[in-house]
């Protein structure tokens, strides 16, 4: 079992920076595989990032490729998203997520994730 708490968010302009960050609650977080997926209003949860769980794996939607970047340190249980260059369309709720059992293929899958934190808002202003 493991709870993940995001923190982060909030409102910025459009062009601007948020990192976003995701604890992790056990001590076998340097075995989970991370996630980073988000909502918008009236849309479907959609992939955004993740992080095999040694770091050696990094994967990201083609939308964020290039202003976002997804990075974990084990020792502290965090997940981090970094995001740049935030655009109007980038508003939603941020989840992270984390299983044991990904692969490569399934990396991007948020029906393979078995655990979710609550989310953070973020907003950009255009």
């Known amino acids: 079992q493991v709870q993940l708490v995001e923190s982060g968010g909030g409102l910025v302009q459009a062009g601007g920076s948020l990192r976003l960050s995701c604890v992790a609650s056990?001590?076998?977080?340097?075995?989970?595989?991370m996630g980073w997926f988000r909502q918008a209003p009236g849309k479907e949860r959609e992939f955004v990032a993740a992080?095999?769980?040694?770091?050696?794996?990094?994967y990201y939607a083609d939308s964020v490729k290039g202003r976002f970047t997804i990075s974990r340190d084990n020792p502290k249980n965090t997940v981090y998203l970094q995001m740049n260059s935030l655009k109007a369309e980038d508003t939603a709720v941020y989840y992270c997520?984390?299983?044991?059992?990904?692969?490569?293929?399934?990396?991007?899958?948020?029906?393979?994730?078995?655990?979710w934190g609550q989310g953070t808002q973020v907003t950009v202003s255009s």
């Open positions: 056990g001590r076998t977080f340097s075995s989970y595989d």
């Open positions: 997520a984390a299983d044991s059992r990904m692969t490569s293929a399934t990396m991007r899958s948020l029906v393979e994730y078995d655990y």
């Open positions: 992080i095999r769980w040694n770091g050696g794996g990094l």
